[in-house]
């Protein structure tokens, strides 16, 4: 079973060169004027992998799509002919997959992480972002094989699915890490960038990745916190619902001194403190 599009795509027509020469052109032009250095380092990605596709692809064309080999004819018997070649099939389907990941990650790359994200500061979650391309990969994957190799969707699915049992038996921890980190950023109970309190460390949210979030502290170092961990615990989020948040401090004073003028030092003080708002006013309080 064959497809008109994917056997254009395996020609390698001079239309196909032409392409992967403007994604490719593409991906230089975000990397280039990206500030951001996650954005880069996809970009970095992207164009790895279609340097990889487009080797594939020479080699591709170096391996005949026929061999020498035996047909049986209608009657039953076998007789010399040409066969398909095994090397041109395997190599195909790796060409045809490797092409649908550079694809999809071109897409993410310049319309999720370079429009949306550095440019118009959208917030899209990582993770959310990841599952969607893992998901249509897996879907354009069964098109390729059942394509290509003639592999009935159910039976891949099948065979996915026991794959799946065993890997998840193997790596639990992990997987709890991962559907953790995913319900982290579906709640949206924190985003990188906010302030939060967590156990004995405290910090801002840099990063949060499939296996862990990242913090980096005020001594400004990194703690690399498992999402499974952090999901069954008590986290204060100070950026939210706004950035605008009281902190108490206490401050020590003589018995000599008049409370009103204690009270009035410390309100000169907290006006004259960078960060500190005019409004709310500070409270300043006393305790026995």
Do not use: C
Request: proline fraction near 4%.
């Amino acid at each position: 079973m064959t497809h008109p599009f994917l056997e254009q795509l395996l020609g390698g027509s001079g239309t196909l060169w032409l392409a992967l020469i403007v994604l490719a052109a593409a991906v230089l032009v975000v990397r280039r004027i990206s500030s951001d250095r996650a954005v880069r380092r996809r970009a970095l990605w992207v164009i790895v992998l279609l340097a990889a596709f487009a080797t594939l692809l020479i080699v591709l064309g170096q391996i005949p799509e026929r061999t020498s080999g035996f047909v049986r004819t209608p009657g039953g018997e076998l007789v010399p002919g040409l066969v398909e070649n095994s090397a041109y099939r395997y190599t195909a389907v790796a060409l045809l997959l490797l092409g649908l990941l550079a694809a999809l990650t071109w897409l993410s790359l310049v319309f999720v992480d370079f429009l949306l994200v550095d440019r118009l500061d959208f917030e899209v979650p990582n993770i959310l972002r990841d599952v969607a391309i893992a998901a249509l990969f897996f879907t354009g994957a069964l098109v390729i094989l059942n394509a290509r190799t003639g592999m009935e969707p159910l039976e891949l699915i099948t065979t996915a699915g026991a794959i799946s049992i065993v890997v998840g038996l193997a790596l639990q921890d992990t997987l709890g890490n991962v559907f953790s980190g995913l319900a982290l950023q579906t709640e949206r109970s924190f985003n990188v960038g906010d302030w939060v309190r967590f156990n004995d460390f405290e910090g801002v949210v840099t990063d949060i990745s499939w296996r862990a979030t990242k913090i980096r502290t005020r001594d400004n170092d990194f703690v690399i916190v498992p999402n499974s961990v952090i999901s069954k615990d008590v986290v204060v989020n100070y950026s939210a619902p706004t950035r605008v948040h009281a902190l108490h401090a206490t401050v020590g004073a003589h018995y000599r001194h008049p409370p009103a003028d204690v009270f009035a030092a410390i309100e000169e003080a907290a006006r004259q403190t960078e960060g500190v708002l005019p409004s709310p006013a500070v409270d300043v309080r006393t305790e026995e």
